[in-house]
């Protein structure tokens, strides 16, 4: 090949995989909420899995996506493993779409895609418009690189070196599934790599060669595609838990599995037909002709998108009744127990970044474990003081660390996903989750500065009269009460009982200030101690903050139902 022709080639690669990864973040920031809801329910139910995982794939355009994505979700034990199997199987089947597009061919139609895509992402204001807009902008993108490609390869079609080469994965098919294997592993995208071998085809490559059907040809190069695919999540398990790399590896193995069955049930029919294949015939028949250089043709395009599909919907269908017994064998090569939770993070993953909809949902779910750690904390912190337990007290000072630590870890995940393209409701999503969390760390600090009045008190052996403790037990109750209305506010969105706590939080400022009145009359009366009184009015301050900082989490929540 000239410098030229691989200039073309390479361009065109690289136009192919910018147009598909435009499409696949103009459908994902316009599914937003759509995909988070159809993984939100996944249960052991792995044919639901399967869907999931197809109209996930579909949407997101790469298997490999979905499966990283899926892998994340594992580590952040979200997903166990037949789970995972079951949207992986789906993810395999919804890769096949871009394929299908692929063979299309309507490349006269990109200038007007990429016309009508620009403008709309351009000068729309809409931010919906903008993301349909770079939908279609990448559509035509995409197959101005799939034409950039063919035409670069149009001089191999007469090329012996090339015809030979390809002639020997007929003979040798395991040389064919080694090639697809290293130039997918290489590209990192078996959608890219597939998208290569179309355009190879568009160009009549598989088509000049006498004698050799071109499904011979290509079919083993697009299985060891479908293996190759597999590296990407390999690659992504490394130094994840020990069942987020038995995912990646029940991954690999369902394509080698399948590529060994469908070449083997290829051979035999060719062996039992005396050369002939129904399998290849009945791909042909539904892929129809094209028009190459004047001349009608078998459309090779199509038959590798329909070769591809068939080959992904028969491996689910052969593999979905043995996925416990895949699942087992994962656990047999890779044997080992999960950690136990240290209180790190637990719903976040980089891997989830892919999807920015979902690791927006998944970044709410940490927080809310933040925030049933702050309650917890808060808990702990109050019964230290009544019972003068010394050992409640060191547990709050420990817990408050991995408190402070998940505010950094969760920012920090924030940070590298306002990067994203994020819907509005996302952007905004965001924004207040920044906010929330430093509430819910300033709910911590407060419950660690009632721990240590707890400590002073144990120390100093410090006594209050039944009457103030039943005080700040009467305020206490009703400022757990709204800490834990605004954290389930969080977690289900649930706005009308948002809306409740503003309510409750004008009725603890109420009753603050008649416990603060009371107090300061005992003292006045001299009928409770100077340093008891200190402390009382301290008890007072912070679990009336606490309050405060629970009614800020409850106003994100509001903000949010406006959308």
Not at 20 to 41: F, Q, V, Y
Not at 205 to 222: H, R, T
Request: negative net charge; contains cysteine.
């Amino acid at each position: 090949m000239t410098m030229e022709m691989l200039i073309s080639l390479f361009g065109g690669l690289g136009l192919f995989i910018y147009g598909m990864n435009m499409m696949s973040d103009g459908l994902k920031t316009i599914a937003g909420d759509r995909m988070k809801r159809l993984l939100e329910i996944l249960t052991n139910n792995r044919f639901l899995g399967i869907l999931v995982g197809t109209v996930v794939t579909m949407i997101v355009q790469s298997s490999s996506t979905t499966t990283v994505m899926v892998v994340g979700f594992v580590n952040a034990g979200l997903m166990n493993l037949l789970q995972a199997i079951g949207v992986i199987m789906g993810a395999n089947i919804g890769t096949t779409i871009t394929a299908q597009m692929v063979a299309l061919q309507v490349t006269k139609l990109a200038p007007i895609a990429i016309t009508i895509g620009a403008g709309m992402f351009l000068f729309a204001k809409k931010k919906k418009t903008k993301h349909i807009g770079s939908v279609i902008l990448g559509f035509g993108i995409l197959f101005t690189g799939i034409d950039f490609m063919s035409n670069a390869m149009k001089p191999l079609r007469d090329h012996e070196g090339f015809k030979a080469m390809l002639v020997s994965f007929s003979s040798n098919p395991i040389l064919g599934v080694l090639a697809g294997f290293a130039l997918t592993a290489i590209i990192q995208s078996s959608s890219a790599s597939i998208g290569l071998l179309q355009a190879l085809a568009i160009s009549g490559a598989f088509s000049n060669i006498p004698g050799v059907s071109p499904l011979d040809l290509v079919v083993p190069i697009l299985l060891g595609e479908n293996i190759g695919t597999c590296v990407t999540a390999v690659l992504s398990s490394i130094g994840a838990s020990i069942n987020a790399k038995r995912t990646a590896f029940v991954h690999f193995t369902m394509k080698v599995i399948g590529t060994l069955w469908f070449l083997i049930l290829l051979g035999l029919t060719s062996l039992i037909f005396k050369g002939a294949n129904p399998i290849y015939d009945f791909i042909i028949s539904i892929s129809g002709t094209t028009m190459l250089e004047g001349q009608m043709v078998p459309n090779v395009s199509r038959e590798i998108a329909n070769t591809h599909t068939l080959f992904n919907i028969l491996n689910t269908i052969v593999l979905f009744p043995f996925a416990p017994a895949l699942a087992s064998l994962a656990e047999r090569v890779m044997p080992g127990k999960e950690e136990e939770d240290k209180g790190g993070l637990k719903f976040l993953d980089e891997r989830i970044l892919e999807n920015p909809a979902i690791a927006a949902g998944q970044a709410v779910k940490e927080t809310v474990r933040m925030g049933q750690f702050a309650i917890e904390n808060l808990g702990n912190a109050l019964k230290a003081f009544y019972d003068k337990d010394e050992v409640l007290v060191e547990k709050v000072f420990a817990k408050e660390k991995v408190i402070n630590q998940l505010e950094k870890d969760i920012t920090q995940y924030l940070v590298a996903l306002s990067n994203a393209n994020l819907s509005e409701v996302d952007d905004t999503r965001i924004t207040n989750l920044y906010h929330t969390i430093n509430d819910v760390e300033r709910i911590g600090d407060h419950s660690e500065n009632l721990v240590e009045l707890a400590q002073y008190r144990i120390e100093n052996n410090v006594n209050l009269s039944d009457i103030a403790i039943g005080e700040l037990m009467e305020m206490a109750d009703k400022v757990n009460s709204i800490v834990q209305d605004a954290i389930s506010a969080l977690d289900r969105d649930d706005i009308e009982l948002a809306e409740t706590i503003n309510k409750q939080e004008e009725e603890i400022d109420q009753l603050e200030e008649i416990l603060r009145a009371r107090h300061i009359k005992r003292l006045n009366e001299q009928s409770c101690h100077p340093s008891s009184g200190v402390i009382f009015l301290d008890m007072l301050s912070n679990l009336e903050r606490i309050a405060d900082h629970a009614t800020n989490i409850s106003k994100s929540v509001l903000d949010l139902g406006e959308f």
